[in-house]
């Protein structure tokens, strides 16, 4: 007999369940308190979970209490003064001894709060949920496949941590009734037949002996059959299947001539933040291309394209012809979806700015997913803000925005991807 002791520890999402319906269900407050904790905290930080708060009152539910009518008789304990009928005096005014530790309050309300700790995933989509990416069509599925672990129904061999209870339950129960099955009936026509013998007064002892001996072995017959058997066990059945993956390429330029200061490369870094942890939640894979540029540009790591300190003039389309140049060498397939982030202060060459409008318009918009733009200057728009202008009024998967300030930072890219009505995911 096998004796089956589960020591499968509980998971932290055990009520994942009523956790999902709870985010669902009070999804326009918890947006409204993640947007206040947002304020509170740094972009770089945002993909990190958060502890928020919704007031009391939104997430009371109905209850079924007594109604005010009919006829009631309270029976207050402790009452040994009062009887039936009597008429309680008034209380005297000015008598209350209570003593509040609370402050004042101008409105003369009041309200509890109630706090939860919602996960990075849970955060980032809330975070995320009224944006989408435009021209969200995926070129292709990368023909590297990978291995996903799926389901595959149950087995009888495996490990006590993948049993499945109900499963090995549910078999067990049914041999139990396969094999007691023809004891129980032969049980049932011996005990009728000594029944039979009983009511009838003949004597036949040998006959009853016989046939209490005989129920008596049966009853043990059934008793023999286990609760449980190896035999029943069974196993959750995972397999590695071949899945492809999407995945996705993402370019950052930036401008890191003499005009863009510290402060600039921060606020452009904090946007690039932003599209990466924004896609994701799309892709399953992505790559990153960084790409400076003053006079000339060059590909460099994270930490050069945000931290070296080298500077010159400004000539745009050096970025734009190298990036033309590694889509061309690495990602010239239709597996990949490419998406570039370019962000300046606006200074250019005058005669290059149009140089770079056609070279988005020949080589890279038609390559790429979206193309987004952003100028980080409080200034007045220079050649090349114009020349992009053209470009975008051309293509609807360009867009450009400018930034005057880190507090323009996340509006600006709502901006940017906001959802289009009417348009599919």
Same mark, same amino acid.
Request: glycine fraction near 8%; charge should be neutral.
């Given at each position: 007999?096998?004796?089956? @002791?589960?020591?499968?520890?509980?998971?932290?999402?055990?009520?994942?369940?009523?956790?999902?319906?709870? =985010?669902?269900?009070?999804?326009?407050?918890?947006?409204?308190?993640?947007?206040?904790?947002?304020?509170?905290?740094?972009?770089?930080?945002?993909?990190?979970?958060?502890?928020?708060?919704?007031?009391?009152?939104?997430?009371?539910?109905?209850?079924?209490?007594?109604?005010?009518?009919?006829?009631? &008789?309270?029976?207050?304990?402790?009452? #040994?003064?009062?009887?039936?009928?009597? *008429? !309680?005096?008034?209380?005297?005014?000015?008598?209350?001894?209570?003593?509040?530790?609370?402050?004042?309050?101008?409105?003369?309300?009041?309200?509890?709060?109630?706090?939860?700790? =919602?996960?990075?995933?849970?955060?980032?989509?809330?975070?995320?949920?009224?944006?989408?990416?435009?021209?969200?069509?995926?070129? &292709?599925?990368?023909?590297?496949?990978?291995?996903?672990?799926?389901?595959?129904?149950?087995?009888?061999?495996?490990?006590?941590?993948?049993?499945?209870?109900?499963?090995?339950?549910?078999?067990?129960?049914?041999?139990?009734?396969?094999?007691?099955?023809?004891?129980?009936? &032969?049980?049932?026509?011996?005990?009728?037949?000594?029944?039979?013998?009983?009511?009838?007064?003949?004597?036949?002892? =040998?006959?009853?002996?016989?046939?209490?001996?005989?129920?008596?072995?049966?009853?043990?017959?059934?008793?023999? @059959?286990?609760?449980?058997?190896?035999?029943?066990?069974?196993?959750?059945?995972?397999?590695?299947?071949?899945?492809?993956?999407? #995945?996705?390429?993402?370019?950052? !330029?930036?401008?890191?001539?003499?005009?863009?200061?510290?402060?600039?490369?921060?606020?452009?870094?904090?946007?690039?933040? !932003?599209?990466? !942890?924004?896609? #994701?939640?799309?892709?399953?894979? @992505?790559?990153?291309?960084?790409?400076?540029?003053?006079?000339?540009?060059?590909?460099?790591?994270?930490?050069?394209?945000?931290?070296? *300190?080298?500077?010159?003039?400004?000539?745009?389309?050096?970025?734009?012809?190298?990036?033309?140049?590694?889509? #061309?060498?690495?990602?010239?397939?239709?597996?990949?979806?490419?998406?570039?982030?370019?962000?300046?202060?606006?200074?250019?060459?005058?005669?290059?700015?149009?140089?770079?409008?056609?070279?988005?318009?020949?080589?890279?918009?038609?390559?790429?997913?979206? $193309?987004? $733009? @952003?100028?980080?200057?409080?200034?007045?728009?220079?050649?090349?803000?114009?020349?992009?202008?053209?470009?975008?009024?051309?293509?609807?998967?360009?867009?450009?925005?400018?930034?005057?300030?880190?507090?323009?930072?996340?509006?600006?890219?709502?901006?940017?991807?906001?959802?289009?009505?009417?348009?599919?995911?």
């Amino acid at each position: 007999m096998a004796n089956i @002791i589960d020591r499968r520890l509980n998971g932290k999402n055990k009520s994942a369940v009523n956790r999902e319906r709870f =985010l669902r269900r009070f999804k326009g407050q918890i947006k409204d308190a993640v947007a206040k904790a947002i304020k509170g905290r740094s972009i770089t930080d945002i993909e990190s979970g958060e502890t928020i708060s919704i007031p009391v009152k939104d997430i009371s539910e109905p209850a079924f209490r007594h109604g005010k009518g009919g006829v009631w &008789e309270p029976v207050h304990p402790g009452n #040994q003064e009062f009887v039936k009928g009597d *008429r !309680l005096p008034r209380p005297q005014g000015g008598g209350g001894g209570g003593s509040g530790s609370g402050k004042a309050s101008q409105d003369g309300e009041g309200e509890d709060a109630f706090a939860f700790e =919602l996960s990075r995933e849970e955060f980032m989509n809330v975070f995320f949920d009224d944006l989408a990416l435009p021209n969200l069509v995926k070129t &292709e599925l990368t023909g590297i496949t990978e291995m996903k672990t799926v389901r595959a129904g149950f087995t009888n061999d495996g490990t006590p941590a993948n049993i499945n209870i109900v499963r090995s339950l549910r078999g067990a129960l049914s041999r139990r009734i396969a094999m007691a099955a023809p004891t129980l009936t &032969e049980l049932d026509e011996s005990e009728e037949a000594l029944d039979e013998l009983m009511e009838s007064g003949m004597e036949a002892d =040998l006959d009853m002996r016989e046939r209490r001996r005989r129920i008596h072995i049966l009853r043990e017959k059934l008793a023999a @059959i286990p609760f449980i058997d190896p035999f029943d066990l069974r196993y959750n059945n995972r397999v590695k299947q071949p899945t492809p993956s999407s #995945q996705a390429v993402m370019f950052c !330029l930036m401008d890191v001539s003499g005009s863009m200061d510290e402060q600039k490369k921060d606020m452009a870094k904090r946007f690039f933040i !932003l599209l990466y !942890l924004f896609l #994701q939640r799309t892709y399953d894979k @992505i790559e990153l291309v960084f790409i400076r540029h003053h006079t000339s540009a060059v590909e460099v790591n994270e930490h050069d394209f945000f931290h070296s *300190r080298e500077s010159g003039g400004t000539v745009v389309s050096s970025a734009l012809n190298l990036m033309k140049e590694v889509v #061309q060498k690495r990602y010239a397939g239709r597996e990949w979806n490419i998406y570039a982030a370019q962000a300046s202060d606006g200074d250019n060459w005058d005669s290059d700015s149009a140089n770079c409008a056609r070279i988005l318009e020949t080589a890279l918009i038609p390559v790429c997913q979206y $193309y987004a $733009y @952003i100028e980080i200057t409080e200034g007045e728009p220079q050649n090349l803000w114009y020349e992009y202008l053209k470009v975008k009024d051309a293509h609807k998967h360009f867009a450009m925005q400018k930034i005057r300030s880190a507090a323009d930072i996340y509006p600006v890219f709502r901006e940017l991807f906001k959802k289009q009505q009417g348009v599919s995911k």
